[in-house]
């Protein structure tokens, strides 16, 4: 959370002339707002609605931005694991600057909770990725351009 999924996913998709999905901006469309869904009909029913969305988004020829938690669901990792995963990290103290707690449900206490959350998710993001990038402190145009030569290199 917090790392630049979707500006930097956006800018590599451009860079490589492909379609860019944020799977959390889909869910948005369909079904509202995600701290609405949240409070209204619990992580459980989020996640369920991420799964769907992540599967699609997968389905298709283009960059994909997964939100922080879609990797917990073992059919996702199971589908990631013969792609190629961008892992975006990021520093606590340069993510602080970039969230807005009241637009993240489980970052209701700060950053506390997203050092948590980061700590507790690590292992499968390291699991998952083919390569890494961080993002606290180079311009996001620089780190997606940097990304993109990346994946030219490897495809």
């Known amino acids: ?11 590599v998709a451009r860079s490589l002339a492909v379609p860019f999905v944020d ?19 619990g992580e459980p029913a989020f996640r369920r609605l991420e799964r769907d969305a992540v599967q699609a988004a997968l389905a298709e020829d283009a960059v994909v931005s997964l939100g922080g938690g879609a990797v917990l669901h073992p ?28 637009k993240r449900p489980l970052l209701a206490n700060g950053t506390g909770d ?29 780190i997606a351009e940097r990304i993109a030569d990346w994946a030219r290199g490897h495809s």
Not at 24 to 32: L, P, Q
Not at 75 to 89: F, G, H, I, S, Y
């Open 23 to 41: 799977t959390d901006k889909r869910i948005v469309a369909e079904y509202g707002p995600i701290t609405g869904i949240f409070a209204e009909q």
């Open 1 to 11: 959370m917090g790392a630049g999924k979707t500006k930097i996913g956006r800018r």
């Open 114 to 142: 997203w050092q948590r959350i980061y700590d507790d998710r690590r292992p499968i993001y390291e699991r998952l990725a083919t390569v890494s990038f961080d993002t606290s402190s180079e311009p996001i145009e620089r």
């Open 75 to 102: 059919d996702t990792q199971r589908d990631l694991a013969d792609r190629t995963v961008v892992l975006l990290t990021v520093t606590a103290a340069a993510v602080a600057a970039r969230i807005r707690t009241d």
